[in-house]
């Protein structure tokens, strides 16, 4: 499907509010399985923590511990102080992922890994900032992807692209690439998707699912789903006073997790602020 025109590349309200939806209840059901994170707890066991339903998947959940490849599902593992982990829940329209250390704090962390948050979940912090206020009608796919790669330079190991389009399969196309210059346009459901990996850092991560929405169409969501809108206005808020970051009005965030990073996984009461 082509990015800038194709059959399904903007959605309209009704669309927003099932994909608010979905993201809501996936991002429920992740942070319900990070509050359950005990050492010794296997991953099958925190997958179960969930309560993910029966909502149908877009894909199948992740959950990779140590060396176990990121992409990965259960494997009986269980959760030990001081190993990277990642995970998600994706449901038709989301995918909530989050990556982080099994640890309480920095003092657990362990000496291969010396800098992690400073060096390299501050830098993507900020640079998630800055994907977000260009999340406007007529920015250049190009000039997002430059922004990301000049903030996060080749040892982040960025590869993929960083945001695509979302619906009810995970991924259809993507505006975002080098040299792109396909404008991003009102009514993209966009994918904050900007994986970072490093041999030491293993990953951090803020995947979550956005609206992009001029005023126009802000205005028929507010008339059509008073509720939905209510609650984006909510998190954007959220985003922009409580954790720092520049969210233009013209971003809608469907998720509860929108805009927060917890890198202590067995402590995700802390979180990132700018």
């Known amino acids: 499907m082509h990015p800038g025109f194709g059959l399904r590349a903007q959605i309209g309200v009704d669309d927003i509010a099932r994909l608010e939806f979905s993201n809501y209840m996936a991002a429920s059901a992740l942070k319900r399985m990070v509050f359950a994170f005990r050492e010794g707890m296997t991953d099958f066991a925190a ?26 599902g259960p494997t009986g593992d269980r959760i030990r102080l001081g190993v990277p982990a990642s995970f998600n829940v994706a449901h038709w329209g989301s995918n909530i992922c989050r990556a982080g250390w099994m640890v309480r704090g920095p003092d657990d962390m362990p000496a291969s890994a010396a800098g992690y948050l400073e060096s390299f979940v501050f830098p993507y912090m900020r640079a998630m900032s800055d994907w977000c206020a260009l999340m406007r009608p007529g920015i250049a796919g190009g000039a997002v992807w430059q922004m990301i790669h000049d903030s996060l330079p080749p040892e982040f190991g960025v590869t993929l692209n960083p945001g695509h389009l979302i ?17 991003l346009a009102s009514g993209m459901a966009m994918q904050m998707d900007v994986i970072p990996s490093h041999p030491s850092w293993g990953s951090t991560r803020m995947e979550d699912g956005y609206v992009i929405a001029d005023e126009h169409l802000r205005k028929e969501l507010a008339q059509t789903h008073p509720n939905v809108a209510r609650r984006c206005a909510m998190r954007r808020e959220f985003m922009r006073s409580v954790i720092g970051m520049e ?22 009461a802390q979180v990132v602020v700018l």
């Open 47 to 72: 997958i179960e923590r969930a309560r993910v339903g029966g909502l149908p998947l877009s894909c199948h959940s992740t959950f990779a511990m140590g060396a176990t490849p990121g992409l990965s």
């Open 247 to 268: 969210v233009p009005d013209s971003l809608l965030p469907l998720a509860d997790t929108c805009g927060i990073i917890a890198p202590w996984l067995l402590d995700p």
């Open 167 to 183: 619906g009810l399969d995970e991924w259809m196309s993507s505006p975002i690439m080098a040299g792109s210059d396909i404008p």
